[in-house]
């Protein structure tokens, strides 16, 4: 495989370099809320469980962030932060490889879960199809499209949990609602500050983004706001769960450091997206515990 100039050299193997274009850091991210909430809603370790916890691990991420890493090829080459565990720079000659890995992997899965859902899940699948495609894809490209970025990313990690409960065949009642809001929240406020590191890189290269319309400043304090709100959204759950709203703490903490970042300081704030990362491995950790409590009921109880 050839290198482009200022490129950074491949993997030799190419299944690697593909497999890691699917952020292998992330796949828990959305396979784990697919997981719990098709069994919080009612559903069983069972095929459904199987499959769609597989799809949520590994294709859907190679659908998401593949396809992400072959248009965005032009930019990811000039992106110092790509090359490690915030994504590839995916070689050129593997664009097409990828494309097709793509389809391989997620066509079966979705077929699968189309056959094992009714309509209610299967309209639930379609939107968390499209919302990925549409993210990275040419023409659509939500990145591009201040807050509709946003709203589109937070999409990719809410729409495996709404997944999990339409084939569970659960209700979305007011405290569910309250749940995937909170949930949907935190993404909103996460993709956001993730927006901020590449301000001035994404208008050096004439890419719009939340960033790029709101600045640096603004853009981090939205961030706040939207875990805020995400954290006030679950106060609605009925007790311990309540309990859930004081995880997005950890995340408010985070970004409070970059409240008064001005735009020509914008990637210090990715010593902050990279503790992000880290965060969510300790949260879905404290998720755990809490779902557990929930189920089992408070000790002596």
């Given at each position: 495989m050839t290198?482009?100039?200022?490129e950074r050299a491949a993997p030799?193997?190419?299944?690697?370099?593909?497999?890691?274009?699917?952020?292998?850091?992330?796949w828990v991210n959305t396979a784990y809320p697919f997981a719990a909430a098709y069994l919080l809603a009612g559903g069983r370790v069972d095929l459904v469980w199987v499959v769609g916890t597989l799809w949520c691990l590994v294709p859907y991420n190679l659908l998401m962030y593949g396809v992400n890493d072959v248009f965005d090829y032009e930019s990811?080459?000039?992106n110092p932060r790509k090359g490690g565990v915030e994504g590839v720079v995916l070689d050129r000659s593997l664009h097409r490889t990828t494309l097709w890995a793509v389809a391989v992997t997620n066509l079966p899965f979705v077929l699968a879960l189309v056959l094992l859902g009714d309509l209610r899940s299967t309209l639930v699948l379609a939107v968390s199809?499209?919302?990925?495609?549409?993210?990275?894809?040419?023409?659509?490209?939500f990145k591009e499209r201040p807050f509709v970025d946003s709203l589109t990313s937070s999409t990719h990690f809410v729409s495996p949990a709404v997944l999990g409960i339409a084939l569970a065949g659960g209700a979305f009642d007011p405290v569910t609602l309250a749940a995937l809001g909170g949930f949907f929240a935190w993404g909103v406020g996460s993709h956001a500050f993730g927006a901020v590191q590449d301000i001035e890189a994404d208008r050096a290269g004439g890419i719009s983004s939340i960033g790029t319309v709101l600045g640096a400043r603004v853009t981090t304090w939205f961030s706040l706001l939207a875990y805020v709100l995400g954290g006030l959204l679950l106060l609605v759950l009925p007790w311990p769960s309540t309990l859930a709203a004081a995880l997005v703490l950890?995340?408010?903490?985070?970004?409070v450091p970059y409240l008064r970042l001005t735009d020509a300081q914008c990637e210090r704030a990715h010593a902050g997206w990279r503790r992000f990362l880290w965060l969510n491995y300790l949260t879905g950790f404290l998720v755990t515990q809490l779902m557990i409590v929930v189920t089992i009921g408070l000790p002596g109880r």
């Open positions: 290198t482009a100039p200022g030799v193997s190419p299944f690697a370099h593909v497999l890691a274009s699917s952020r292998p850091l992330s990811d080459i000039r199809v499209f919302a990925v495609v549409a993210y990275s894809a040419p023409r659509l490209r950890p995340y408010v903490a985070n970004v």
